[in-house]
């Protein structure tokens, strides 16, 4: 991040009083900024902000770097405008991927009205079982389940979503369901591979205490609509999305099952390496898809919310 993000930053959170409400509106996690923060702190060498457990307050040097960053974004603000003049609108390529399934039924409609509101830009998405490297591989934006530890890249959260474990009705009826995690080496698991790698073993964490837990199965695939047809004839428990299985546990077609017990993250982001130059086509993209998924940031009773 460079000074001027940093800033900005510091503003925001000085504006709100929150640390958690700045990470909202920034469509970040708070841990985001918390990190940001202490960063900016140890390059300073000063502390901004007193922290209690009820509020925020701006310490002597935090006052100062407020007051006068406030009029350093003005000015720049203003200084850009009268430079850039008509490059602010978005125009030119941009390279976006995603996975297949989500891509194609989340991202792609948000493109096709993107492209509608800004003629100019040419927008090109690419859909893959296989993870991307967007530096390496010229991507401008990349979508990513789950943790992200990339620190040379920033994430913006489109939405709250969590892995489910599943099965038909028929498959519980014929094989009972599992009741405890170990339970699920007795059953047909359906796989989804992702890039060369087949996943045999799915983590399950309850009360601070993880549980890896080896699975069998006679059926996988790279694609998860395969995976979850499997799934809905009763071939397996399925290890899947809460966007792609939310409809069908709605529906009784699928069951959750050990309920209890939390799977690894699978929030959704978009990636993208945030400098103070970005083109205006990544930023309006960008501030697209966050807006596009904003019901899917608030959070709902699983396997309900907002899938």
Known sequence: MDAFSDLSLFAQIAKLGSMAAAAQELGVTPP?????????????????????????????????????????LEQLTA?????????????????????????????AP??????????????????????????KQGFDLVIRFGEQADSRLTARLLANNQRLLCAAPSYLEAH????TPRELGKHN??????????????YLRRNGETDAVKVRSNLSSNDGTAALSWALEGRGILLRSQWDVAEHIRNHA???????????????YVMFQATRQMPAKTRALVDRLVSAFEPWRQRGPAPYGPW
């Not at 493109?111 to 079982?129: N, W």
């Not at 009972?176 to 009741?179: C, F, K, R, Y």
């Not at 698991?189 to 799915?202: L, V």
Request: aromatic residues 6%; proline residues 5%.
């Open 32 to 72: 985001v900024v918390s990190r940001r923060l202490a960063a900016l702190e140890a390059r300073l060498g000063a502390r901004l902000l007193n922290r209690t457990t009820r509020r925020l307050s701006l310490t002597p040097e935090g006052e100062q770097y407020l007051n006068d960053g406030a009029r350093i």
């Open 79 to 107: 200084l850009e405008h009268r430079v850039g003049g008509g490059s602010h609108q978005p125009q030119g390529t941009i390279r976006i991927g995603a996975t297949l399934g989500f891509g194609r039924l989340y991202i």
């Open 110 to 135: 948000v493109l096709s009205r993107f492209t509608e509101e800004f003629p100019q830009v040419d927008v090109q998405l690419h859909l893959t079982d296989r993870p991307i490297n967007l530096v």
């Open 176 to 179: 009972g369901a599992p009741m």
């Open 189 to 202: 698991c359906i796989f989804i591979r992702e890039g060369d790698e087949t996943y045999g073993t799915w």
């Open 254 to 268: 699928l069951t959750p099952i050990l309920t209890e017990w939390a799977t690894p993250a699978a929030d959704v």
